[in-house]
C-alpha cells in the first residue's frame, strides 16, 4: 500500500532539483502525506524519525536558552551524513512538519526555501490515510 499523495509534495520533489523524497507529518509523527513513489511503511518509518529529530532540536535550544522567535513560527533542521545526503525538515505554523530527502550536492538553501515557503502559505494540507 502506498501513502497518501498531495500536489503541493508532488510539485516539491518534481519541480526541485536534488529532492529525492517528501513527507508531511502531523506533531504526533503520523504520516499525513508522502511523495509518489514513497512506501507507506517508509513514509512511517521517517514521520517517526522525523518527530523525534523535532523534539531533540526543540529540546536542544531550550536546553541553550530561549532562542525561539516571537515572529517566525517555522523553524528547521539540516542533517548530513557522511556520504553527503541530506535530510531537511521545516516545521509548520500549525506545528506540523515538511521534511525531504535531498541528494548530495542538492541547493539546501533553495530547499529551505521552498519549504518554508509551502509552510507559510499553509499550501500542504493534511490528506485521509
Do not use: N
Amino acid at each position: 500500500m502506498s501513502s497518501p499523495h498531495c500536489q503541493p509534495l508532488t510539485d516539491l520533489v518534481t519541480g526541485t532539483t536534488g529532492i529525492r523524497a517528501a513527507i508531511h507529518v502531523s506533531p504526533e509523527g503520523l504520516i499525513l502525506a508522502a511523495s509518489p513513489g514513497l512506501a507507506s511503511e517508509t513514509a512511517d518509518r521517517w514521520a517517526a524519525a522525523m518527530a523525534a529529530l523535532s523534539a531533540v532540536s526543540t529540546e536542544g535550544v531550550g536546553i541553550v536558552g530561549d532562542l525561539t522567535s516571537r515572529e517566525v513560527p517555522w523553524g528547521y533542521s539540516v542533517i548530513e551524513d557522511r556520504y553527503g545526503q541530506t535530510l531537511v525538515l521545516v516545521g509548520s505554523p500549525d506545528k506540523s512538519m515538511l521534511a525531504v530527502a535531498a541528494a548530495k550536492g542538492a541547493d539546501l538553501g533553495m530547499i529551505v526555501g521552498r519549504l518554508i515557503e509551502l509552510a507559510d502559505q499553509g499550501h500542504v494540507v493534511a490528506v485521509a490515510a
